[in-house]
């Protein structure tokens, strides 16, 4: 082989030598977790991540103590997660790929969207669906070590149930009120009879495609442009005398899944379905005995777990290296 050869084999093994060194430079250790490390490059994607779903990002990237604050929030939010994980291989616990799958598909099916729909929710955020499964992975796995280090430990006693029954009393006390799905075509203040028309008309339509069996939700998602759009319509219960006069009286007069007519009133045009109706009057313990039990439970566990958690940090070997 020729020495001009051996020089240019040379240069290309000293090259990548240096592209690979500067790589471990920028790609330095931040922090140590046991026997597991959490490099820059993962922390950083964990911050983007974090600063993609808060409003107005472009107003906080700018303030660097706001972003100091929150990668110092995220690194522990990491080690955090990194203990949980550890825990979980301990106690023989596995989140497989099938039961991501499975919680994503139950989650959109309550919700009502269609896989399509969210894969483009997504996608306008900028979050990578693999991203966003690694999170519901992360939440399964949280769950299951919450279940076997804390959940199975924990009692709930009669007089327990009581006094928050007691404490709670006014959350009870039903009073009338449905659950809402709406579709809101809004007109203008300044609208012209004929776009207030057209509005009606576009209203109308899409009461035809209800009736002809479209998913309420999902004509929600696409043309409602009122609160919870996104949710499929769906306001949640409210109670009377809180909405317009003319919807009001609509929403408590309709069967449980019946679908209202055009609705107009002073901000455009409404289209409802009343998903479930709750009347008035007290509820008995008896009857909520099982939700105040697992409210109980909850609110004991959040707090079992944040000592579970911290008692994880103070025995582990955690170094921070983040400067």
Do not use: C
């Amino acid at each position: 082989m020729r020495a001009g050869k051996w020089g240019i084999i040379i240069a290309m093994i000293l090259y990548m030598f240096s592209i690979s060194t500067v790589a471990a430079v920028v790609d330095r250790i931040v922090a140590v977790v046991n026997n597991d490390i959490i490099t820059l490059s993962e922390l950083n994607k964990t911050l983007e991540s974090f600063m993609k779903r808060i409003e107005n990002p472009q107003n906080v990237q700018e303030n660097e103590e706001f972003v100091n604050k929150a990668r110092t929030v995220a690194l522990n939010s990491m080690i955090n997660n990194m203990l949980i994980n550890q825990a979980a291989i301990k106690l023989g616990i596995v989140v497989n790929e099938k039961d991501v799958d499975q919680a994503l598909t139950n989650m959109l099916d309550e919700k009502k969207i269609s896989m399509d729909q969210f894969r483009k929710m997504l996608s306008e955020r900028d979050i990578a669906m693999d991203d966003y499964k690694e999170e519901i992975r992360m939440q399964i796995v949280k769950m299951r070590v919450i279940g076997k280090e804390i959940r199975s430990k924990i009692g709930v006693s009669e007089e327990e149930i009581g006094e928050y029954y007691a404490k709670h009393r006014s959350e009870y006390e039903g009073r009338e009120s449905v659950r809402i799905l709406q579709i809101l075509i809004i007109v203008p203040e300044d609208a012209t009879d004929e776009t207030r028309e057209t509005l009606r008309k576009n209203a109308e339509e899409i009461l035809e495609r209800l009736k002809g069996g479209e998913s309420f939700a999902q004509l929600a998602m696409q043309y409602s442009q009122g609160p919870a759009a996104q949710a499929g319509g769906d306001l949640g219960f409210i109670e009377k005398g809180i909405m317009f006069p003319e919807v009001d009286t609509e929403a408590f007069r309709l069967k449980v899944d019946e679908i209202s007519g055009v609705i107009a009133s002073p901000v455009g045009f409404h289209i409802i379905k009343i998903a479930d109706k709750r009347g008035a009057g007290m509820k008995p313990l008896e009857a909520v005995r099982d939700e105040i039990k697992e409210s109980i439970a909850n609110e004991k566990a959040q707090k079992k777990f944040e000592e579970w958690i911290g008692e994880q940090r103070e025995k582990s070997l955690i170094e921070i290296r983040l400067e």
